[in-house]
Protein backbone atom coordinates (compact mmCIF):
# COMPACT_ATOMS: atom_id res chain seq x y z
CA UNK A 1 0.00 0.00 0.00
CA UNK A 2 1.57 3.37 -0.60
CA UNK A 3 3.15 5.15 2.43
CA UNK A 4 2.20 9.01 2.02
CA UNK A 5 -0.64 11.35 0.22
CA UNK A 6 1.99 11.82 -2.55
CA UNK A 7 2.60 8.13 -3.46
CA UNK A 8 -1.36 7.64 -3.24
CA UNK A 9 -1.57 10.09 -6.04
CA UNK A 10 0.75 8.97 -8.46
CA UNK A 11 -0.88 5.34 -8.09
CA UNK A 12 -4.40 6.62 -9.23
CA UNK A 13 -2.97 9.32 -11.98
CA UNK A 14 -2.72 7.46 -15.61
CA UNK A 15 1.13 7.57 -16.59
CA UNK A 16 2.46 10.42 -18.92
CA UNK A 17 2.76 9.36 -22.38
CA UNK A 18 3.81 12.03 -25.59
CA UNK A 19 1.82 12.55 -28.55
CA UNK A 20 0.68 9.99 -31.28
CA UNK A 21 2.00 10.52 -34.56
CA UNK A 22 -1.56 10.64 -35.93
CA UNK A 23 -1.85 13.77 -33.62
CA UNK A 24 1.00 14.83 -35.17
CA UNK A 25 -0.14 14.91 -38.48
CA UNK A 26 -3.15 16.84 -37.72
CA UNK A 27 -1.90 19.22 -36.14
CA UNK A 28 1.15 20.25 -38.71
CA UNK A 29 -1.80 20.04 -41.57
CA UNK A 30 -3.80 22.67 -39.54
CA UNK A 31 -1.21 24.80 -39.07
CA UNK A 32 0.27 24.29 -42.89
CA UNK A 33 -3.91 25.25 -44.22
CA UNK A 34 -3.14 28.82 -41.67
CA UNK A 35 -0.18 29.53 -42.86
CA UNK A 36 -0.91 28.87 -46.63
CA UNK A 37 -4.36 30.93 -46.04
CA UNK A 38 -2.36 33.78 -44.41
CA UNK A 39 0.43 33.84 -46.91
CA UNK A 40 -1.97 33.82 -50.11
CA UNK A 41 -4.03 36.31 -48.12
CA UNK A 42 -0.95 38.54 -47.60
CA UNK A 43 -0.02 38.43 -51.16
CA UNK A 44 -2.93 38.80 -52.51
CA UNK A 45 -3.21 42.58 -50.43
CA UNK A 46 -0.09 43.31 -51.29
CA UNK A 47 -0.60 42.92 -55.10
CA UNK A 48 -4.20 44.70 -54.77
CA UNK A 49 -1.99 47.66 -52.80
CA UNK A 50 0.41 47.57 -55.81
CA UNK A 51 -2.34 47.81 -58.07
CA UNK A 52 -4.46 50.94 -56.74
CA UNK A 53 -0.95 52.68 -56.59
CA UNK A 54 -0.77 52.18 -60.36
CA UNK A 55 -4.23 53.39 -60.97
CA UNK A 56 -4.25 56.19 -58.45
CA UNK A 57 -1.35 57.46 -60.38
CA UNK A 58 -3.87 57.70 -63.48
CA UNK A 59 -6.35 59.22 -61.24
CA UNK A 60 -4.39 61.63 -59.83
CA UNK A 61 -3.37 62.86 -63.11
CA UNK A 62 -6.68 62.75 -64.26
CA UNK A 63 -8.22 64.77 -61.27
CA UNK A 64 -6.10 67.94 -61.81
CA UNK A 65 -6.74 68.11 -65.56
CA UNK A 66 -10.67 67.67 -64.72
CA UNK A 67 -10.48 70.92 -61.78
CA UNK A 68 -8.08 73.03 -63.98
CA UNK A 69 -10.03 72.37 -67.13
CA UNK A 70 -13.39 72.54 -65.19
CA UNK A 71 -12.60 76.10 -63.48
CA UNK A 72 -10.50 77.42 -66.58
CA UNK A 73 -14.25 77.01 -68.39
CA UNK A 74 -16.40 78.23 -65.86
CA UNK A 75 -14.99 81.67 -67.07
CA UNK A 76 -15.25 81.05 -70.84
CA UNK A 77 -17.20 84.00 -72.35
CA UNK A 78 -16.92 86.53 -69.15
CA UNK A 79 -18.02 90.18 -70.87
CA UNK A 80 -17.68 88.59 -74.22
CA UNK A 81 -20.58 87.55 -75.77
CA UNK A 82 -20.07 84.93 -78.82
CA UNK A 83 -20.84 86.00 -82.44
CA UNK A 84 -21.29 83.32 -85.15
CA UNK A 85 -17.73 83.39 -86.37
CA UNK A 86 -16.40 84.07 -83.31
CA UNK A 87 -16.39 82.63 -80.43
CA UNK A 88 -15.73 82.33 -76.53
CA UNK A 89 -15.19 78.57 -77.04
CA UNK A 90 -13.04 76.73 -79.80
CA UNK A 91 -12.00 73.32 -80.23
CA UNK A 92 -10.12 72.01 -83.48
CA UNK A 93 -8.58 68.09 -83.57
CA UNK A 94 -6.87 68.04 -80.17
CA UNK A 95 -7.28 71.19 -78.82
CA UNK A 96 -9.58 73.46 -76.82
CA UNK A 97 -9.25 77.75 -76.70
CA UNK A 98 -11.49 79.21 -74.31
CA UNK A 99 -11.58 83.46 -74.05
CA UNK A 100 -13.13 85.37 -71.67
CA UNK A 101 -12.31 89.66 -71.16
CA UNK A 102 -9.56 90.32 -68.75
CA UNK A 103 -10.31 91.67 -65.12
CA UNK A 104 -7.74 93.78 -64.57
CA UNK A 105 -5.94 94.14 -60.62
CA UNK A 106 -5.63 97.90 -60.32
CA UNK A 107 -4.62 99.36 -58.42
CA UNK A 108 -5.41 96.60 -56.16
CA UNK A 109 -6.80 93.04 -56.13
CA UNK A 110 -9.78 94.24 -54.54
CA UNK A 111 -10.67 97.02 -57.08
CA UNK A 112 -10.38 94.72 -59.97
CA UNK A 113 -12.38 95.64 -62.83
CA UNK A 114 -13.36 94.18 -66.34
CA UNK A 115 -11.03 95.97 -68.88
CA UNK A 116 -11.63 98.91 -70.88
CA UNK A 117 -12.48 99.07 -74.19
CA UNK A 118 -10.61 101.73 -76.14
CA UNK A 119 -12.14 103.31 -79.21
CA UNK A 120 -9.46 104.12 -81.96
CA UNK A 121 -7.85 107.14 -82.34
CA UNK A 122 -9.84 109.70 -85.29
CA UNK A 123 -7.33 111.23 -87.19
CA UNK A 124 -10.43 113.18 -88.98
CA UNK A 125 -9.88 111.82 -92.41
CA UNK A 126 -12.84 112.21 -95.36
CA UNK A 127 -13.60 108.84 -95.14
CA UNK A 128 -15.42 106.32 -93.39
CA UNK A 129 -12.49 103.80 -92.94
CA UNK A 130 -8.77 103.87 -92.95
CA UNK A 131 -7.00 102.31 -96.19
CA UNK A 132 -7.57 98.37 -96.03
CA UNK A 133 -5.03 96.14 -93.70
CA UNK A 134 -3.65 98.95 -92.34
CA UNK A 135 -4.53 100.56 -88.66
CA UNK A 136 -4.45 104.70 -88.14
CA UNK A 137 -0.46 104.19 -87.53
CA UNK A 138 1.01 101.98 -89.62
CA UNK A 139 0.60 98.60 -91.05
CA UNK A 140 0.77 96.78 -87.71
CA UNK A 141 -0.46 99.84 -85.44
CA UNK A 142 -2.89 101.38 -83.67
CA UNK A 143 -3.56 104.43 -81.23
CA UNK A 144 -6.04 104.23 -78.87
CA UNK A 145 -7.87 106.46 -77.13
CA UNK A 146 -7.19 106.38 -72.82
CA UNK A 147 -9.04 110.02 -71.91
CA UNK A 148 -10.92 108.94 -68.75
CA UNK A 149 -9.94 104.82 -68.54
CA UNK A 150 -7.37 103.49 -66.85
CA UNK A 151 -4.69 102.00 -68.64
CA UNK A 152 -2.26 98.65 -67.35
CA UNK A 153 -1.54 97.13 -70.78
CA UNK A 154 1.87 95.62 -71.31
CA UNK A 155 3.57 93.96 -74.06
CA UNK A 156 2.05 90.08 -74.41
CA UNK A 157 -0.96 90.70 -73.81
CA UNK A 158 -3.94 89.51 -76.15
CA UNK A 159 -6.43 92.49 -77.26
CA UNK A 160 -9.85 91.78 -79.14
CA UNK A 161 -10.24 94.18 -81.70
CA UNK A 162 -13.69 94.93 -82.98
CA UNK A 163 -15.05 96.46 -86.17
CA UNK A 164 -18.56 96.72 -86.33
CA UNK A 165 -19.54 93.02 -86.10
CA UNK A 166 -15.96 91.72 -87.02
CA UNK A 167 -13.94 90.73 -84.58
CA UNK A 168 -9.78 89.56 -84.71
CA UNK A 169 -7.27 88.91 -82.08
CA UNK A 170 -3.74 91.29 -81.58
CA UNK A 171 -1.11 90.51 -79.90
CA UNK A 172 0.76 93.28 -78.59
CA UNK A 173 4.62 93.58 -79.47
CA UNK A 174 5.04 97.44 -78.22
CA UNK A 175 2.70 99.75 -76.14
CA UNK A 176 4.47 103.84 -76.09
CA UNK A 177 2.28 106.95 -75.28
CA UNK A 178 1.17 108.74 -78.52
CA UNK A 179 0.19 112.06 -76.82
CA UNK A 180 -1.78 112.57 -73.85
CA UNK A 181 -4.85 111.04 -73.56
CA UNK A 182 -3.55 108.09 -76.53
CA UNK A 183 -1.73 105.11 -76.56
CA UNK A 184 0.16 103.75 -79.45
CA UNK A 185 0.10 100.14 -79.85
CA UNK A 186 1.86 97.92 -81.85
CA UNK A 187 1.08 94.40 -82.67
CA UNK A 188 2.02 90.95 -83.81
CA UNK A 189 1.08 90.52 -87.53
CA UNK A 190 -0.14 86.87 -87.96
CA UNK A 191 -3.23 85.00 -89.66
CA UNK A 192 -3.92 83.42 -86.63
CA UNK A 193 -4.10 83.43 -82.33
CA UNK A 194 -6.12 81.02 -80.42
CA UNK A 195 -7.70 79.37 -83.22
CA UNK A 196 -9.27 82.97 -84.01
CA UNK A 197 -8.06 85.19 -86.95
CA UNK A 198 -5.56 87.75 -86.38
CA UNK A 199 -4.41 91.16 -87.74
CA UNK A 200 -5.74 93.38 -90.10
CA UNK A 201 -5.85 91.54 -93.34
CA UNK A 202 -8.84 92.09 -95.36
CA UNK A 203 -10.79 94.50 -93.34
CA UNK A 204 -10.92 97.72 -93.09
CA UNK A 205 -10.98 99.95 -90.03
CA UNK A 206 -13.97 102.32 -89.19
CA UNK A 207 -13.22 105.72 -87.76
CA UNK A 208 -15.79 105.34 -85.46
CA UNK A 209 -16.89 102.16 -83.98
CA UNK A 210 -13.61 100.37 -84.38
CA UNK A 211 -11.83 99.43 -80.48
CA UNK A 212 -9.72 97.01 -78.61
CA UNK A 213 -9.87 95.36 -75.25
CA UNK A 214 -8.19 93.27 -73.27
CA UNK A 215 -8.97 89.31 -73.41
CA UNK A 216 -7.64 86.40 -71.61
CA UNK A 217 -7.22 82.94 -73.98
CA UNK A 218 -6.08 79.85 -72.23
CA UNK A 219 -5.12 77.17 -74.56
CA UNK A 220 -5.21 73.26 -73.88
CA UNK A 221 -3.43 70.92 -76.13
CA UNK A 222 -1.41 67.35 -76.60
CA UNK A 223 1.69 67.67 -77.30
CA UNK A 224 2.03 64.39 -79.33
CA UNK A 225 5.61 63.28 -79.24
CA UNK A 226 5.82 63.77 -75.57
CA UNK A 227 2.50 62.63 -74.75
CA UNK A 228 2.41 65.78 -72.30
CA UNK A 229 -1.19 67.46 -71.85
CA UNK A 230 -0.06 71.10 -72.26
CA UNK A 231 -1.91 74.23 -71.04
CA UNK A 232 -1.30 77.75 -71.99
CA UNK A 233 -2.54 81.47 -71.30
CA UNK A 234 -0.02 83.84 -72.29
CA UNK A 235 2.51 83.96 -75.49
CA UNK A 236 5.56 84.73 -76.73
CA UNK A 237 6.63 88.01 -79.40
CA UNK A 238 5.95 85.49 -82.19
CA UNK A 239 3.10 83.98 -81.19
CA UNK A 240 3.80 81.05 -80.02
CA UNK A 241 1.86 79.76 -76.60
CA UNK A 242 3.23 79.49 -73.81
CA UNK A 243 2.81 76.05 -72.40
CA UNK A 244 2.84 74.53 -69.26
CA UNK A 245 2.44 70.49 -68.60
CA UNK A 246 -1.03 70.01 -66.89
CA UNK A 247 -0.67 65.83 -67.25
CA UNK A 248 1.76 63.39 -68.52
CA UNK A 249 1.13 59.84 -70.42
CA UNK A 250 -1.47 60.99 -72.13
CA UNK A 251 -2.47 59.34 -75.35
CA UNK A 252 -5.29 61.09 -76.54
CA UNK A 253 -7.37 64.40 -75.57
CA UNK A 254 -10.72 64.84 -77.81
CA UNK A 255 -12.27 67.91 -77.16
CA UNK A 256 -16.26 67.97 -78.25
CA UNK A 257 -18.69 71.23 -78.26
CA UNK A 258 -21.94 71.01 -77.95
CA UNK A 259 -24.92 73.32 -79.80
CA UNK A 260 -27.83 74.28 -78.91
CA UNK A 261 -29.96 71.77 -80.55
CA UNK A 262 -28.70 69.21 -78.97
CA UNK A 263 -25.76 68.27 -81.59
CA UNK A 264 -22.35 67.63 -80.86
CA UNK A 265 -18.93 68.85 -83.27
CA UNK A 266 -15.59 68.83 -83.12
CA UNK A 267 -15.79 72.39 -84.25
CA UNK A 268 -18.08 75.53 -84.85
CA UNK A 269 -18.48 77.63 -88.57
CA UNK A 270 -20.34 80.34 -88.72
CA UNK A 271 -19.50 80.71 -92.74
CA UNK A 272 -21.34 77.86 -94.42
CA UNK A 273 -24.90 77.30 -94.81
CA UNK A 274 -25.63 75.46 -91.50
CA UNK A 275 -27.13 78.08 -88.94
CA UNK A 276 -27.20 75.14 -86.17
CA UNK A 277 -23.68 75.14 -85.85
CA UNK A 278 -22.72 78.78 -84.92
CA UNK A 279 -20.66 80.23 -82.81
CA UNK A 280 -23.25 81.56 -80.60
CA UNK A 281 -25.08 78.34 -80.73
CA UNK A 282 -22.18 76.53 -78.44
CA UNK A 283 -23.77 75.56 -75.09
CA UNK A 284 -20.83 73.69 -73.42
CA UNK A 285 -18.02 70.93 -74.22
CA UNK A 286 -17.55 68.10 -73.48
CA UNK A 287 -13.29 66.58 -73.52
CA UNK A 288 -12.29 62.83 -73.58
CA UNK A 289 -8.76 62.00 -72.49
CA UNK A 290 -7.00 58.65 -72.23
CA UNK A 291 -4.00 58.18 -69.98
CA UNK A 292 -1.97 55.49 -69.20
CA UNK A 293 -0.03 54.28 -65.95
CA UNK A 294 3.41 55.56 -65.61
CA UNK A 295 5.34 52.59 -65.32
CA UNK A 296 4.49 48.86 -65.89
CA UNK A 297 3.87 46.61 -62.72
CA UNK A 298 4.23 42.35 -63.28
CA UNK A 299 1.02 42.05 -60.63
CA UNK A 300 -1.17 44.68 -62.58
CA UNK A 301 -3.01 44.18 -65.26
CA UNK A 302 -1.25 41.29 -66.61
CA UNK A 303 1.86 43.00 -66.59
CA UNK A 304 0.48 45.29 -69.45
CA UNK A 305 0.32 49.01 -68.73
CA UNK A 306 -2.63 50.24 -67.72
CA UNK A 307 -4.81 52.55 -69.51
CA UNK A 308 -8.08 54.33 -68.52
CA UNK A 309 -10.77 56.78 -70.52
CA UNK A 310 -12.12 59.91 -68.28
CA UNK A 311 -14.62 62.27 -69.68
CA UNK A 312 -15.78 65.51 -68.42
CA UNK A 313 -18.31 67.77 -69.67
CA UNK A 314 -18.94 71.51 -68.77
CA UNK A 315 -21.43 74.41 -69.67
CA UNK A 316 -19.69 77.36 -68.88
CA UNK A 317 -22.39 79.74 -66.95
CA UNK A 318 -21.95 82.24 -69.68
CA UNK A 319 -22.79 80.82 -71.82
CA UNK A 320 -26.19 79.33 -71.01
CA UNK A 321 -26.77 83.36 -69.47
CA UNK A 322 -26.15 84.36 -73.17
CA UNK A 323 -28.61 81.47 -74.53
CA UNK A 324 -31.53 82.34 -71.80
CA UNK A 325 -31.65 86.06 -72.00
CA UNK A 326 -34.24 88.04 -73.51
CA UNK A 327 -33.11 89.71 -76.85
Not at 56 to 64: G, K, M, P, V
Not at 123 to 133: K, M, R, S, V, W
Not at 236 to 245: C, E, I, K, L, W
Request: glycine content about 10%; charged content about 20%.
Amino acid sequence: LPRSTGQLKSALLPPRRGFSLPELLIALSIGMVVIVAGTGYAVQTFKSRRGWMVRESIDRNARFVGISLQRDAAEAGVALESSASFASVNAAADTLSLLSVRWMKFPTPADSIEAPVYPIYDDGGAGPTYPLGVGNCGAECLEVVTTGLQVNMQVGDLLQLRVGTMRRLLLVTGVTGATPGRLRITFLNVASLAQRPSGLSGIALQRSGTSVQQVRAVLYWRDVATRQLMRAERFSNTGRPQSAVIATDLLAFTPRLHFTDGNEAATYNGMDADSTNDGNDIIGLRVRAQLQADRIDPAVNGGERLLRWYEWQVSPRNLVYEKNRTP
